[in-house]
């Protein structure tokens, strides 16, 4: 293993833990009535637009079963509503109810409020600075693996 290569293991290393941490971090802040699943493939939803179970199945790679359930919970909590698909009506579109998006942004808002707070309190200017440079390396990283 060159140096480039041991630098990079180790980076991936450290970057997966802290990732870890934040995701943990996260549930706390979030985790209510939800559960992380569910927050996840709310979430997903949001940003797909009307999709049907087995694409969300697909997506998050679990089996069409197990997002059934997921969905059933999401559609009991009144967070996402089903809809005959236009093109397939055998088949069933979800999207996120008014509700369910009111539940993200709150969510969302109190994620973005405890983090902006820890920034503000236990990091330097140049330090909110790099990991403001380095949040869309990360999100680049997360589209290539």
């Known amino acids: 293993m060159d140096a ?12 997966r833990v802290a990732v870890g941490m934040i995701k943990r971090r996260t549930r ?15 979430a997903q939803i949001a940003r797909s ?17 197990a997002m059934g359930s997921t969905v059933a919970s999401l559609e009991k909590h009144g967070l996402v509503t089903r809809s005959a698909d236009p093109d397939d009506r055998r088949r069933s579109l979800l999207t ?11 969510g969302r808002d109190a994620l973005s409020d405890r983090m902006a707070a820890a920034l503000g309190e236990s990091f330097t200017d140049a330090e909110v600075a790099t990991l403001a440079a380095a949040a869309p390396l990360l999100e680049r990283l997360a589209q290539h693996f």
């Open 49 to 65: 637009g009307p999709c049907t179970v087995a694409g969300l199945a697909r997506e998050q790679q679990i089996t069409p079963q």
């Open 4 to 15: 480039r290569d041991a630098l990079n293991q180790s980076t991936a290393t450290a970057i």
């Open 28 to 42: 706390e802040v979030v985790d209510g009535q939800l559960t992380t699943p569910e927050w996840s493939t709310l």
């Open 96 to 106: 996120v109810s008014d509700t369910g998006a009111a539940a993200l942004r709150s």
